[in-house]
């Protein structure tokens, strides 16, 4: 099971940091975060790989230089450091784990992952 957290409202410009909760070890599962405003599919933001596949990340290209994913495997965490936060950056943010090695641009699609959280909120104000 997986909650994600740290959503809220911030000016443009702005930061914040999104957490997402196992309830479980996260060791061997790459994790992704998505995002989806309204009326818009859901987007792959950033992901990073389990160990096995040395903890790469990968990011969108709308957010690379802006976004830092991380994990915290003893805390059975991941967060997605947000920074100088846009506009087209608000939406529905969600946390996934997939036991998949990342093929070329899987991370991506959505369908790469088999359990998600419930979501949080992003709101930027300009």
């Known amino acids: 099971q997986l909650q994600a957290s740290g959503g809220g409202l911030v000016q443009t410009g702005g930061s914040l940091r999104l957490s997402c909760a196992a309830s479980?070890?996260?060791?061997?599962?790459?994790i992704g975060w998505f995002r989806q405003a309204p009326g818009k599919e859901r987007e792959g933001v950033s992901c990073i790989t389990k160990n096995g596949g040395a903890g790469r990340t990968f990011y969108a290209s709308s957010v690379k230089g802006r976004f830092t994913i991380s994990r915290d495997n003893s805390k059975n965490m991941v967060y997605l450091q947000m920074n100088n936060l846009k506009p087209g950056d608000m939406a529905v943010y969600y946390c996934?784990?997939?036991?998949?090695?990342?093929?070329?641009?899987?991370?991506?699609?959505?369908?790469?992952?088999?359990?998600w959280g419930q979501g949080t909120l992003v709101t930027v104000s300009s």
């Open positions: 479980g070890s996260l060791d061997r599962f790459t």
């Open positions: 996934a784990t997939s036991p998949l090695s990342v093929i070329l641009s899987s991370w991506s699609i959505p369908t790469y992952y088999e359990t």
